[in-house]
């Protein structure tokens, strides 16, 4: 279950379902299915799980994002969890989403902090930094719940060399919505829908969601027309679109275009899901050529070859004197 919950989410602001001002008419034009994909399982950094979200999808169809992965879930047993060791980042900015459990992460210009429990870490890497992530040492000793995704944005040309940054977003500050009868709790991180704006600021424009869909309860949500759209299942079956797809855990559907997403939950559900969760997303794409490699996404293939060079250099910064892994 999604770290952050709330008992009555009638309570809650409620998302209403209007047209877009831009819309071409005035009733409002559900997305259909382009693709559903299911993500190939895999490990990262030191050996922890995940689902590689965005495998075999035309890059053209998820623009302005890059990758996507899910991390876990997984019960971790004593001694068993895993992080990066430090590495570095160029032309991106990264976004650590902590479902469940807790993460540590640090990086070479002072940011960082325990990522916990539906808490989310913004880095915009720019011209450059050194960052790592790892499970802090009570999670280590005792072993826990780990569950959560890792994103990364594309930036435009002309900001691939901008400053870097570090937004904390605690879960605390993350918009709580509704849908209008309360089937679906929504957890806006960035981006507006609907006229309620998220706490995550983004230099490529783009709106992220997570929501959580009662069985039987149907969710609506209006989406720019200029962006893409995007469902990733992370736990549940339901359907998406106006065709009603059927969708389940670590499936991915691209949307076609429209005003509204909408995504449905199986009436009947298993007992370790008992609901469906989704990530919704989506961008203006940049439709810049990309070239990414490594830790690094830029334009060219010259620019990623300077990227390795200016970090071999100890151009993309340093590790901090005080220092958290090795």
């Known amino acids: 279950m999604p770290a952050v919950t709330v008992d009555d989410r009638m ?13 071409d008419s005035p009733s409002t034009r559900p997305r259909s299915v382009v693709s559903v994909t299911s993500a190939p399982s895999g490990f990262e950094g030191e050996g922890f799980p995940v689902r590689r979200a965005f495998a075999g999808v035309d890059h053209a169809l998820i ?42 992460h640090q990086d070479s210009i002072g940011g960082g902090g ?9 880095m915009t890497a720019g011209a450059g930094i050194l960052h790592i992530e790892r499970p802090p040492e009570e999670l280590v000793t005792a072993g826990g719940l780990f569950h959560g995704i890792q994103l990364w944005v ?6 691939k ?13 993350v918009a709580l919505l509704s849908t209008p009868d309360g089937g679906a709790l929504v957890r806006l991180i960035a981006g507006e829908v609907g006229g309620h704006g998220g706490p995550g600021s983004t230099h490529s424009p783009m709106a992220l969601v997570h929501a959580t869909v009662s069985p039987g309860a149907t969710m609506v949500l209006p989406w720019r027309t200029d962006f893409n759209a995007l469902v990733y299942v992370l736990a549940g079956n ?9 969708i389940r855990t670590g499936q991915l559907a691209v949307l076609g275009a429209g005003d509204t997403v909408v995504v449905a939950g199986d009436t009947s559900q298993e007992t370790r899901s008992p609901e469906l969760d989704v990530l919704v997303l989506g961008g203006r794409p940049i439709r810049e050529p990309i070239y990414a490699y490594g830790p690094f996404v830029m ?6 070859a300077q990227a390795f060079e200016d970090y071999q250099a100890g151009r993309l910064g340093t590790i901090p004197a005080s220092h958290i892994g090795s």
């Open 299 to 304: 334009n060219t293939r010259a620019e990623v």
């Open 238 to 246: 339901g359907a998406v679109g106006s065709d009603h797809r059927p």
């Open 114 to 122: 325990l990522i916990a429990n539906g808490a989310t870490q913004w």
């Open 161 to 173: 060399m901008t400053a870097p940054r570090y937004q904390d977003i605690g879960a605390g500050h």
């Open 154 to 159: 594309n930036l435009p040309k002309a900001q």
């Open 11 to 23: 309570s809650l602001p409620k998302i209403l379902t209007t047209a877009s001002p831009d819309a």
């Open 63 to 104: 623009d302005p994002f890059v990758h996507m992965d899910q991390m876990g879930e997984v019960e971790y047993a004593p001694g068993e969890p895993k992080g990066t060791p430090w590495h570095p980042h160029r032309g991106f900015e990264t976004v650590t989403y902590m479902i469940d459990g807790t993460f540590q």
